[in-house]
């Protein structure tokens, strides 16, 4: 079987992640992946778990997720999407020389006009990932509805509130992220009290809504703790490209903003810095919370990691599915990334050990019904394989896959 991988990201954020530890398990004599992606962190890394990598400047995507859509100023993301169409075309006529590919896998439903493309130049079946919660207002959200409901041969949602977001029309199968995790013993070292935020460094993140619940607990509250802070950019922001895209709103340096808040507020010996950590197990094991104030309304993928070491977690959620956090089950939830909220939460898992600990014992065991590596990696494998079959059968339908 060989599956050709369009994956629009350079950096090495959740969706990369999630690929890598795929391609860990399944990647053999009978399963070649090839991912056609930018060069960069997630390209070494594909590399490195035996993904067979085809480096690109870049991929054209179509962004209409529920915090990225276009709308205002974002429409001029459209000229660097277009500047990328040469780039994205020339690597799928190189991939179309080479043939006998079995299927394409779209890791993100950004990709999906590409994956379109792809699977007309090629003939062959096309699998789309769909990993962002989804706007769904407009004639856009029901062009992207119709081409999955009718051109996609398969559709994978992350989790359920992934789901909600597209239309019941749209045939999905929900396969949670696989984590590679191997938890191990706690850290038995004494120390204080810590809560971290662990991702690409970016204002939908909730990033400086944590610090400022940082600055309440340890200035009005007198808390004693420590708040880590660990990732770095999701881009670069130096030079005139850099000062263009903060002009324009497209990008910020969080990080240099962060430790300005950080200084000004006084919080040098306390909120830290981490960068990125290229063993985030070992920040897992020296943390007591794991914090996700999100502005987009869902869990995201440390909330699970995190569960693994039994961690509970703070996220910003309302009415979230069970299949990912459970208030007061396996952690906290709050309407929204308030800094009070946030704090007020963090406080009372700092005053109370045995809720702490009760909350994670909790998520250990939703993370291991939900997310095992090997048992998600084989329902993928599963539904490539159904997919194959219905095409071989002269099926083209698209068909839920239970």
Not at 75 to 100: I, M, T, Y
Not at 138 to 163: C, F, M, N
Not at 298 to 309: I, K, L, N
Request: charged share 25%.
């Amino acid at each position: 079987m060989r599956v050709l991988l369009l994956h629009p990201a350079a950096s090495f954020g959740g969706a990369s992640k999630s690929l890598c530890e795929f391609a860990a398990q399944v990647v053999s004599p009978e399963v070649e992946l090839h991912v056609i992606c930018p060069s960069g962190k997630a390209a070494e890394t594909f590399a490195s778990v035996g993904m067979k990598v085809r480096p690109v400047r870049g991929l054209l995507q179509f962004d209409n997720t529920r915090y990225g859509y276009y709308r205002g100023m974002r429409w001029l993301v459209l000229l660097r999407e277009l500047a990328l169409l040469p780039f994205s075309l020339a690597a799928l006529w190189r991939a179309r020389r080479d043939n006998g590919f079995d299927l394409i896998h779209v890791n993100e439903v950004t990709v999906l006009p590409l994956g379109l493309l792809a699977k007309k130049l090629l003939g062959i079946p096309l699998v789309v990932h769909v990993r962002s919660l989804q706007n769904r207002e407009g004639p856009i959200s029901a062009w992207i509805a119709r081409r999955l409901q009718h051109d996609a041969d398969a559709v994978i949602v992350i989790d359920e509130t992934v789901k909600r977001t597209l239309p019941e029309a749209v045939d999905v199968q929900v396969i949670h992220n696989g984590l590679a995790v191997d938890a191990g013993p706690p850290e038995v070292t004494p120390h204080v009290f810590r809560a971290g935020i662990v991702g690409l460094l970016l204002k939908l993140k909730g990033v400086y809504e944590f610090v400022e619940a940082a600055r309440i607990l340890l200035k009005e509250r007198g808390i004693k703790a420590e708040f880590w802070i660990v990732g770095e950019n999701a881009r670069p922001v130096r030079g005139l490209k850099g000062w263009l895209l903060r002009k324009l709103d497209f990008a910020r340096d969080v990080r240099q903003e962060l430790q300005e808040a950080i200084e000004r507020d006084g919080l040098g010996k306390e909120v830290l810095l981490k960068g990125f950590q290229a063993d985030v197990q070992a920040v897992y094991r020296q943390l007591d919370v794991l914090c996700f104030p999100s502005h987009l309304d869902a869990a995201g993928r440390p909330v699970f990691e995190a569960a693994f070491f039994g961690l509970p977690s703070i996220v910003a959620v309302r009415n979230a599915p069970p299949d990912t956090i459970v208030h007061e089950g396996t952690g906290l939830c709050i309407d929204r990334p308030d800094p009070v909220a946030l704090a007020d939460a963090i406080e009372r898992l700092y005053r109370d050990p045995e809720l702490r600990k009760q909350l994670g014992r909790n998520a250990f065991t939703l993370a291991e019904t939900n997310f095992d590596i090997a048992r998600n990696a084989q329902k993928v494998l599963a539904l490539y394989r159904s997919v194959l079959a219905r095409a071989g059968s002269g099926s083209t339908a698209p068909q839920q896959v239970r």
